[in-house]
Every structure is written in structure tokens, then in C-alpha cells.
């Protein structure tokens, strides 16, 4: 079955069970009305208990769902009127981000993200959404435009990471990124960023500088992933799912470490379950982040990002240890 997710296979199974009887009650005069109902209310239970207790590892694999709506699912349900732009002015263009400009309940802004397929056609279009340093280039043009006419730039994050091929290091991928980086940290418009799926490495920090940063329930956001980091401490790639657990790059340890400003809820069963409900979600939250930022001026924006990053990893600790002088 396709996007099937291991940590789901009981619910899958009584999912085909209870179908299999609403079948045979349909082609026989056999009354199973009550079997129904009871597998019904256990299935209830366990999809409560299942998504309730969700480890790092199940959330990794729920932001990698084959079906998870990606940043066009967004932009035709949240914006109007959107203008996708296209190159760099430099190189080319890069599929693996889009972006333009468009309407949000009647306010220009200019939008920006990563871009994956669906399927492997799409993907191999799209390089899997990991980005070129044209793509990086290309996002900077357009956040140079919306600084140019006063539009907030919005940003959805959705990659396991930058391009890491030979073309790309010699086309400037670290120097893409870092100018990114560099610039965004002083644009002098609102930047509210939001990771949607993955958000892996530089590759997504790229995109990731903004006064606000929320991060859908189930996705991630870390400097490598599960696999990567595993590889690196234990020599052993398997063991992505303990890594997952020691990385703190879920929604929940993000916000409680102050990475993030704010979880947005997913549908039961991750976003893919139902895109518009998800959207409508993700709107409530960006509506709130661009009322508040809107009203800070020029230098205030400016600040605020700057105060929100450099906070980020500070921690105090006490000297007062008994029998310590």
C-alpha cells in the first residue's frame, strides 16, 4: 500500500477488517451491525492512543510521507492571484524552489519554498526538492523584490537539504547559502517561515531567517538527518530511529528549546489526511504572526529577528552549589 507507515500497520489492518464486513453484510442477509460497531469503537481507541503517542521516529516518518501536501498545495489553498517567477539571473531556474508573489486576504506578499514531487517523474524534476544554489540565488532575488516594495516574505521549508552533487559546489552552494543567510537577517520587511515537511541542514535554514518560525506538529527541523547524524556517531546508518530520539528535532522539543515560535496542530494522521483542513490550520497561525509583525517598523523587525536568534541556544545556570565556596 502506497505511504503506508509501519507504526500504522494495526490501524491499516482493522481498517481492511471492518471493510471486508461492511462488504459481506452488503452481498449476504447477514447482520453484522454489531460486530461493525464494536471494531469501530476499537479502532477509535487505538487511532486515539496511536497518534496520541507518537516517538520522534514515527513524526520522521510522517513528514516524509510520499502523499504530504508541499508548498503548491499550500500556495493554491492560503494566497490569490499568485505569479510564479522563474531563474536566477545568473545561471537558471530551479524547480526545487518556487516562488513569486501573490495576495494573502488582500495583502501583497512574496512567497517563497522548497518543492518536491509525488512521484518519481516529479521528483526527478524537482531533484527530490534540494535545491541548487541557483534555487538559493533565485529565492534571493525575489526576497530583494519584496524588501524593494514593502511585502512581507513568507516562507514554507520542506527539504532533506541542499543539493550536495559536484555541479553544485562548483556553481557556490555554501556561498548561496550563507549570502541567504547573511541577507535575510536584515531585510527590513516581516519574514514569517514556516516548515512544513523536512527542514534538513543549511538547506533549509536558507529559507529559514525569519522574525516568526512555526513548524507543522509532525514535521522536522534539524542540522542533518536521523540517518546522517547516525552514520556520524555510531558509524551505523541503521540506527536513524535512536537518533531521532537523541536530536530534539521534533515540533514539541523545538518549541521547548525556544527554536520555534509556535507548533501549528496537524489532522490526526498527518497532514496528507486532509490538505484543506491542514491549510486552513496553517492559516489561523499566519494570520496572527503578520497582524502582530506587521505593526513593528523597519529597524524594530530588524531587531526582533536579531534578539530571536541570538537567544536561541543561551542558557543560564546557578553557582550556588552546597559546600561550594
Known sequence: MVGELEFEKPLIELRKKIS???EFTKTTDVDLSAEIEKLEARLEKLENETYANL???DRVQIARHPNRPTTLDYIERLFTNFL????DRLFGDDEAIVGGIAKYHGLPVTVIGHQRGKDTKENIRRNFGMPHPEGYRKALRLMRQAE???RPIICFIDTKGAYPGKAAEERGQSEAIARNLFEMAGFAVPIVCIVIGEGGSGGALALGVGNHI???ENSTYSVI???GAAAILWKDASLAKRAAETMKITAPDLKELGVIDEIIPEV????????????????EVLKRSLKELLQLDHSALIEQRYQKFKQIGQFTFSTDYQGVK
Open 20 to 22: 471486508e464486513l461492511k
Open 55 to 57: 516517538t520522534p521516529w
Open 84 to 87: 510564479e517567477c522563474h531563474g
Open 148 to 150: 524593494k516594495f514593502g
Open 214 to 216: 512555526h513548524m507543522l
Open 225 to 227: 538527518s536521523p540517518e
Open 268 to 283: 490526526r494522521g498527518g497532514a496528507h489526511r486532509n490538505v484543506d483542513e491542514q491549510a486552513k490550520a496553517i492559516d
